[in-house]
């Protein structure tokens, strides 16, 4: 079962038990994935590779927008994109811990004798494939610079 699959599923049961907030959570995710599968060269399909990038991306925004909505004390707006973080998180497969990306980081980095900030880029490419859905480039990027710093 795909993600649009899973999704559709979900709004049904959603819209039974009348829980507004998964419904408009899933109405979200639901226009990306069609916004995706029309975008040129998608051909009406998307990856699930593509799934996954749809959904981080997703949450990453989310996640902004709680951050902004915290600072400027706007609890309302902040619940709602707490509420819509909950169910994106339901579709993307559980995020590793700070010590298990550290442990990748290091493995990649004795795999490509990475030995300071220059070989980065050669670190982050290998990093982001290898914990792609489990991991934030952001938490990737800034572990990658600690331990490639001199």
Do not use: F
């Amino acid at each position: 079962m795909n993600l649009e699959e899973k999704v559709m599923s979900a709004m049904k049961n959603a819209m039974k038990q009348k829980d507004e907030a998964a419904l408009r959570s899933l109405r979200g995710i639901k226009a990306e994935i069609i916004k995706a599968k029309t975008e040129p060269g998608a051909h009406g399909e998307i990856s699930q590779d593509g799934e996954m990038k749809l959904l981080q991306k997703m949450l990453k925004q989310r996640k902004d927008a709680l951050e902004i909505y915290t600072a400027q004390k706007r609890e309302d707006l902040a619940n709602k994109e707490k509420e819509e973080i909950a169910v994106i998180e339901q579709y993307l497969p559980a995020q590793l811990s700070e010590e298990e990306i550290l442990e990748t980081i290091q493995k990649i980095i004795a795999q490509t004798g990475a030995s300071g900030l220059a070989d980065l880029g050669k670190v982050m490419g290998l990093a982001t494939k290898e914990l792609a859905g489990k991991a934030e480039g952001k938490t990737i990027s800034s572990l990658a610079k600690n331990l490639l710093a001199p």
